[in-house]
């Protein structure tokens, strides 16, 4: 008798199941704010490219995105750099800046690593991109 009261309660089991996977998926559709920070440079291309490649892909998607680049990786800011850089596998880093810049994906470079390195306000602004950290 006991084992059949329990039987019958489990029976709501599947149901509250179904509705929990529904509440997932529409958490799945809802965009997304990505930031993605990166330090690589030119010395690593493909790892270089990563932040704008796959951040235009989100953008594509739906999903905010910004892109925070500091130490080597603010020096890709440069057009003799990102002209300079082909990662394995991907097209130029300049094309994909390009694609960044088109989207509106904001890209801040810090300020500081900027200064160490010679990277200029002009640099940045051909790009979109800014001094300072994501908000």
């Known amino acids: ?7 019958s309660r489990l029976a709501f089991l599947p149901a509250l199941a179904g509705l929990a996977a529904g ?23 493909t790892k270089a ?4 490649l796959h951040g235009h892909v989100l953008a594509e998607a739906g999903h ?15 057009s003799s750099v990102a002209n300079a850089v082909v990662p394995v596998g991907w097209p130029p880093l300049v094309e994909a800046l390009q694609k960044v810049t088109a989207k509106k ?20 602004t051909q790009w979109g991109a800014k001094f300072g950290n994501p908000t």
């Open 1 to 7: 008798m006991q084992r059949r009261t329990l039987l």
């Open 23 to 45: 509440a997932r998926a529409a958490e799945a559709s809802k965009p997304l704010k990505i930031m993605f920070k990166s330090a690589w440079g030119s010395d690593d291309p």
């Open 49 to 52: 490219a990563f932040p704008f």
């Open 64 to 78: 905010t995105v910004q892109i925070f680049l500091l130490g080597e990786a603010v020096s890709l800011m440069r």
């Open 105 to 124: 994906i904001q890209i801040y470079a810090c300020g500081a690593c900027s200064r160490a390195r010679g990277v200029t306000e002009q640099d940045l």
